[in-house]
C-alpha cells in the first residue's frame, strides 16, 4: 500500500492527513470548509484513494489558510506516497463533463512542480469557499506534490459545477497517473532515472 501521513501545525491551522492511494475511495474529511469537505470527499471517491482529513483553522478570519495549507499537506503526502515512483503510468489526461461545465486535466508526475490555470469562474464564491481558492489549493497541491497539472475550462456558467469538475478530472487523471503500467513495473519512467 501507498500511503502518505503527515500533521502539520502553525499559528493559521492545525492539520492531520493520512493518504493511501491504493484505497477504495473512503474518506473522512472535516476542514472547517463546507465546500472544501464535499471537494475533497468526491476527489476521494472518484481516484479511489482513502483519505483522511482533520484540520482546525482560523476560519473567522476565513477560509483562505485552511484551504491552501490543507492543499500543501495533501500534496505532502501525495509525494510520501509515491516513494521513488516505480512503475508508475506517470502521465495521464481527462476532459471531464458536469452538466454545462467541461474541464480538461492534464498530469505529469515529473518531480518538477508547475501549475497551469485556465479557469474561469463567473462567482466569488460557493457556500463559504472564495473561488479564488481553487487556484490557490491547486498552486499548494501541485508545489508539494511535485507534479505537472494543467487545468484548463473549456465551458461552463455554474460556479459549483466547474469546480466540481476540477476536482473530478483531477481525481481521475491522477488514478491513471499513479496506476502500475505493466510496461513500467520496476522502472521509474524516466530516462533520467528518478522523477520525484
Given at each position: 500500500?501507498?500511503?502518505?501521513?503527515?500533521?502539520?501545525?502553525?499559528?493559521?491551522?492545525?492539520?492531520?492527513?493520512?493518504?493511501?492511494?491504493?484505497?477504495?475511495?473512503?474518506s473522512?474529511?472535516?476542514?472547517?470548509?463546507?465546500?472544501?469537505?464535499?471537494?475533497?470527499?468526491?476527489?476521494?471517491?472518484?481516484?479511489?484513494?482513502?483519505?483522511?482529513?482533520?484540520?482546525?483553522?482560523?476560519?473567522?478570519?476565513?477560509?483562505?489558510?485552511?484551504?491552501?495549507?490543507?492543499?500543501?499537506?495533501?500534496?505532502?503526502?501525495f509525494?510520501?506516497?509515491?516513494g521513488?515512483?516505480?512503475?508508475?503510468?506517470?502521465?495521464?489526461?481527462?476532459?471531464?463533463?458536469?452538466?454545462?461545465?467541461?474541464?480538461?486535466?492534464?498530469?505529469?508526475?515529473?518531480?518538477?512542480?508547475?501549475?497551469?490555470?485556465?479557469?474561469?469562474?463567473?462567482?466569488?464564491?460557493?457556500?463559504?469557499?472564495?473561488?479564488?481558492?481553487?487556484?490557490?489549493?491547486?498552486?499548494?497541491?501541485?508545489?508539494?506534490?511535485?507534479?505537472?497539472?494543467?487545468?484548463?475550462?473549456?465551458?461552463?456558467?455554474?460556479?459549483?459545477?466547474?469546480?466540481?469538475?476540477?476536482?473530478?478530472?483531477?481525481?481521475?487523471?491522477?488514478?491513471?497517473?499513479?496506476?502500475?503500467?505493466?510496461?513500467?513495473?520496476?522502472?521509474i519512467?524516466?530516462?533520467?532515472?528518478?522523477?520525484?
Amino acid at each position: 500500500m501507498r500511503k502518505g501521513e503527515i500533521t502539520r501545525k502553525t499559528a493559521e491551522t492545525d492539520i492531520a492527513l493520512s493518504l493511501n492511494l491504493d484505497g477504495s475511495g473512503k474518506s473522512s474529511v472535516d476542514t472547517g470548509v463546507g465546500f472544501l469537505d464535499h471537494m475533497l470527499e468526491l476527489f476521494a471517491r472518484h481516484g479511489k484513494f482513502d483519505l483522511d482529513v482533520k484540520c482546525k483553522g482560523d476560519i473567522h478570519v476565513d477560509g483562505h489558510h485552511s484551504v491552501e495549507d490543507v492543499g500543501i499537506c495533501l500534496g505532502t503526502a501525495f509525494a510520501q506516497a509515491l516513494g521513488e515512483a516505480r512503475g508508475i503510468c506517470r502521465f495521464s489526461d481527462v476532459a471531464l463533463p458536469m452538466d454545462e461545465a467541461l474541464v480538461l486535466c492534464a498530469v505529469d508526475i515529473s518531480g518538477r512542480n508547475h501549475l497551469s490555470h485556465d479557469v474561469e469562474l463567473p462567482e466569488h464564491a460557493v457556500g463559504a469557499m472564495d473561488t479564488e481558492l481553487l487556484e490557490e489549493f491547486m498552486q499548494a497541491f501541485v508545489r508539494k506534490a511535485g507534479i505537472t497539472l494543467h487545468i484548463r475550462m473549456i465551458s461552463g456558467k455554474n460556479a459549483h459545477h466547474i469546480i466540481e469538475a476540477c476536482f473530478k478530472a483531477l481525481a481521475r487523471a491522477l488514478r491513471i497517473a499513479v496506476s502500475i503500467d505493466p510496461g513500467f513495473r520496476d522502472e521509474i519512467p524516466s530516462t533520467k532515472g528518478t522523477l520525484l
